[in-house]
C-alpha cells in the first residue's frame, strides 16, 4: 500500500537556521502531498499542499516541491523562529477506488528551535 | 466558531469497560473522520464518513464502530476495550470528502485502556 516515510527527529536548529525535513513517499498513481503541523497541545493543522508532479506548495515561509522523479516532497523554510516549533507530518492522499480522501501520514518530525 | 471538538481530552479505562469518545463540528463539514496517533507510527485513518448515515471503515477499524446520525456529530464507540487502544485519537473533518478540501482537527482525547 501507500506510505510515507519521513526523516527522525527531532531536529534541533537555533533561529534564523535553515530548515529541511525531508520527505519521501511511495504510492501508486499520482497522489496529493501535504505538510501538516501540530503544536504543542493542539491538534493537526494543514500548513501546505501540492497536487501535481511540480507543484510547489507553500505558506509562513515554509516551502515544499513536488518531486516525482524522486518521490520526494522535502519541507524547507529559510529562516526558523522559535514559534516554529512543532511537529511535522508529511502526508499523502490515498483516494483509493471511492475517491474520498485519506490521509497516509508519515511518522512526523519534531522540531526544537532554540533562541 | 468552535471548530472540531472532541470530549474528553483525557480518559482512563480498564479493559474490557465501553465507552464513546464524542466528536461535533460546527462548519457544516460532509466529511468527518477518526484517526489514531500511536508513537513511531504516525496517524492511522479508523473509520469516516461522507455525510449522515454513510460510514466506511479506514486502515485500522477493528474494535471500533461509528455512526453518523447527523451531520454535526461523528462518535467513536470502543464497545470492549484493550490496552492496544491506549493511543490519542483524533478527529477530523473537511467541507468535501475530496483531498481538495483541507482537514480541520480536534485537539484529540488521550485514551489509556490498563
Known amino acids: 500500500g501507500d506510505s510515507v516515510t519521513q526523516m527522525e527527529g527531532p531536529v534541533t536548529l537555533s533561529e534564523e537556521a535553515f530548515l529541511t525535513i525531508n520527505c519521501t513517499y511511495t504510492a501508486t498513481g499520482y497522489p496529493s502531498l501535504f505538510w501538516y503541523v501540530q503544536y504543542p497541545g493542539e491538534g493537526l493543522q494543514l500548513l501546505l499542499k501540492a497536487t501535481k508532479a511540480d507543484d510547489k506548495g507553500s505558506n509562513k515561509g515554509f516551502e515544499a516541491t513536488y518531486r516525482k522523479e524522486t518521490t520526494s516532497f522535502h519541507l524547507e523554510k529559510g529562516s526558523v523562529q522559535v514559534s516554529d516549533s512543532a511537529v511535522y507530518f508529511c502526508a499523502l492522499s490515498d483516494r483509493g477506488n471511492t475517491g474520498f480522501q485519506k490521509l497516509v501520514f508519515g511518522t512526523g518530525t519534531r522540531l526544537l528551535v532554540s533562541p | 466558531n468552535a471548530g472540531v471538538t472532541q470530549t474528553p481530552k483525557f480518559q482512563v479505562l480498564k479493559t474490557g469497560q465501553s465507552m464513546t469518545l464524542q466528536c461535533a463540528q460546527d462548519m457544516n463539514h460532509e466529511y468527518m473522520s477518526w484517526y489514531r496517533q500511536d508513537p513511531g507510527m504516525g496517524l492511522r485513518l479508523i473509520h469516516y464518513s461522507v455525510g449522515a448515515g454513510i460510514t466506511d471503515q479506514g486502515e485500522v477499524p477493528n474494535g471500533y464502530n461509528v455512526s453518523r446520525s447527523t451531520t454535526e456529530d461523528f462518535p467513536l464507540r470502543l464497545l470492549s476495550a484493550a490496552p492496544s487502544q491506549t493511543s490519542v485519537y483524533f478527529c477530523?473533518?473537511?467541507?468535501?470528502?475530496?483531498?481538495?478540501?483541507?482537514?480541520?482537527f480536534g485537539n484529540g482525547t488521550r485514551l489509556t485502556v490498563t
Open positions: 477530523a473533518s473537511s467541507l468535501r470528502p475530496y483531498e481538495d478540501s483541507p482537514l480541520h
